[in-house]
């Protein structure tokens, strides 16, 4: 297929655009220095130009706590800029896959968030993305929804990166063990958008690496077989602008059953990644 990427400057874009070219994909990647996506005529010029068969809208506004003191920002890209994407798609008949996130839940239920669980966003961020998530559904038939979490991978500031160099610096690690998650390599979720674009099977999807842990368990993982220590605290000692979701699994059962495969365990996934690191 030919694939319009936007984002492609972010994090997962960097992994996604070589991931799907390896599959014989030809990706056009736009960053915001191509596109200003808040713009419609530019989106609605930009489109029939590249003419692609499929648009991975992963262009996103995703700085969590800053959104909170500028929702005005936040809404703009996630919501309007969405919005944009998704009328110029549909106005030329193009399927679109939207990367959401797991900030859409409120994180009270103690199992794992299913496609069909409704949404309650704690955040400007993730109401943002719900807005992003409705255009979708509101202008399109043919689109995939992906929610993912906790995202780490090459090209882009991230956890991992960031309790090594703490490590390194031998500063106290105090790290959050009361929020419930699934650490996701952007690597590994390049891998299931390849399998699912290749389905047609349009809809609502979750897509993280599996299992479950905590921040704090997360962090201990990552500097296993090193000399570190890392301290559990409450999230009411570590205050942050954004409210998180405590529980943020995501049930993957959807995706597992189109895409014809299992997840790639989190922890196989961060050594995949550390590895990467060693060898560099």
């Not at 994909?25 to 419609?40: E, F, P």
């Not at 706590?65 to 920002?73: K, N």
């Given at each position: 297929?030919?694939v319009?990427l ?5 994090m ?7 991931c ?35 648009v991975?809208?992963a ?5 969590v ?9 936040a ?19 193009i ?5 959401s ?11 794992p ?10 955040s400007?961020?993730?109401k ?14 043919k ?9 780490y ?24 063990s ?11 979720l390049a ?6 674009i290749a ?13 479950v842990?905590n921040?704090?368990?997360?962090a ?5 077989g ?5 301290q559990?605290?409450a999230?009411?000692?570590?205050p942050r ?7 943020s ?11 014809g495969?299992?997840?790639v365990?989190?922890?196989?996934s ?11």
């Open positions: 297929m030919k319009l936007t984002g492609a400057g972010g997962l874009g960097k992994a996604l655009a070589p799907l070219e390896e599959r014989g994909h030809s990706v056009k990647g736009i960053d915001k220095d191509d596109l200003d996506i808040t713009n419609y005529q530019h989106v609605d010029e930009m489109l029939p130009y590249t003419n692609p068969d499929l991975i809208h262009a996103a506004y995703t700085n706590d800053q959104a909170e003191s500028e929702p005005e920002a809404f703009l890209t996630n919501g309007y800029g969405t919005e944009n994407i998704v009328v110029a798609c549909a106005k030329l008949d399927p679109l896959l939207y990367l996130t797991d900030y859409v839940f409120d994180g009270q239920q103690n199992h968030y299913s496609t069909w669980d409704p949404c309650n966003p704690l400007i961020y993730g943002s993305k719900l807005a992003g998530e409705k255009a979708v559904r509101r202008h399109l038939t689109f995939y929804i992906v929610r993912t979490s906790w995202l991978g090459p090209n882009g500031r991230n956890f991992v990166n960031t309790i090594q160099e703490l490590a390194r610096q031998n500063k106290p690690l105090r790290v959050v009361d929020q419930w998650g699934s650490p996701t390599c952007t690597l590994s891998e299931c958008l390849a399998g699912l389905t047609e099977r349009w809809g609502i999807y979750h897509a993280t690496d599996g299992g842990t921040w704090c368990g997360f201990r993982e990552i500097l296993r090193t000399a570190a220590e890392v559990p605290i999230t009411k000692e570590f602008p954004a409210t998180r979701p405590k529980y699994v995501l049930d993957k059962t959807t995706l597992i059953h189109t895409i495969r299992d997840v365990p989190w922890e196989e961060l050594r995949n990644y550390l590895d990467l690191g060693s060898l560099s």
